[in-house]
């Protein structure tokens, strides 16, 4: 046990090395131990904590209580007291969140069934494939499910496939889906 972590401080030790030359611009960057960069934890920067004299700490916290927060930052764990924080925002990483307007209208036909309606995306980021599933049933109570992909804006992607069912931040689209018995 004792030589393994002997080990893993020699490799640390040896990484800050590597580190540093590469940062000094001494030498081209080496291939490094993969299982070395797996041990090394980098936190999840999850909070905004805004104090009283104007900085922001950006961090994870960790533990919180009556007094104070512990927060784990990317050089290390930082104790606040909550006297000094003036304001706690979640930093969440844009995302894109699709819902319906309103609830979807269904139109009857003998042969058909049409479902109309609209969604929005609500998120922060582009929405990518854009897809309305309805289970619609038969008069048999046979399932009959039928999607749509949505088609908006034409995209392309840095894999370069190419779509037209992406959804900006903020954009509204009507669907129809078609039916047939």
Do not use: C
Not at 121 to 140: C, E, Q
């Amino acid at each position: 046990m004792k030589s393994s972590i002997d080990l893993l401080h020699q490799q640390v030790d040896s990484l800050k090395k590597v580190i540093s030359t590469y940062e000094k611009g001494k030498g081209a960057m080496p291939t490094i131990d993969e299982e070395l960069l797996n041990l090394i934890k980098v936190p999840q920067l999850r909070h905004r904590i805004e104090l009283q004299n104007g900085t922001i700490v950006n961090g994870e916290i960790i533990e919180e209580d009556d007094l104070g927060i512990i927060i784990q930052t990317s050089i290390g764990q930082l104790a606040i007291e909550k006297n000094r924080i003036v304001d706690i925002i979640e930093d969440l990483p844009p995302s894109a969140k699709v819902e319906l307007t309103s609830e979807p209208f269904v139109d009857a036909f003998p042969d058909r069934e049409e479902i109309t309606g609209s969604i929005k995306n609500i998120g922060t980021k582009r929405a990518d494939f854009v897809r309305v599933i309805a289970h619609l049933w038969s008069p048999t109570t046979a399932l009959i499910q039928k999607d749509l992909f949505l088609f908006r804006k034409k995209s392309k992607y840095y894999t370069g496939i190419k779509s037209d069912s992406a959804l900006e931040p903020g954009a509204i689209v009507d669907f129809k889906i078609t039916s047939p018995f």
